[in-house]
């Protein structure tokens, strides 16, 4: 990872499952509180950009999360209500 840019107030990301997953124990998503740039060498340029987002305590960005929780889940940024 790279340096944490902050994240402008009013995103959040929502985790979603695919039907029939045991979503039981898995925490919700949170606001996002910046930005990382990952290494990804199947991403163009080789690196991608990533939400660091709130959740269950503790800030996780998505490759985090899935490896926590599950590979199935997804991670979707959006603006708050």
Do not use: H, K
């Not at 996002?32 to 991403?43: K, M, Q």
């Not at 690196?47 to 490896?67: K, L, N």
């Not at 590979?71 to 603006?79: F, H, M, T």
């Amino acid at each position: 990872m790279s340096d944490l840019v902050a994240a402008v107030d009013g995103w959040v990301v929502q985790v979603t499952a695919p039907p029939g997953t045991d979503a039981a124990g898995v925490p919700g998503g949170g606001a996002v509180i910046g930005w990382v740039l990952v290494a990804d060498e199947a991403a163009a340029g080789g690196a991608r950009v990533e939400p660091v987002f709130v959740s269950a305590s503790r800030a996780w960005t998505p490759d985090q999360y899935r490896a926590t929780y599950g590979q199935e889940l997804g991670v979707v940024v959006g603006r708050g209500r």
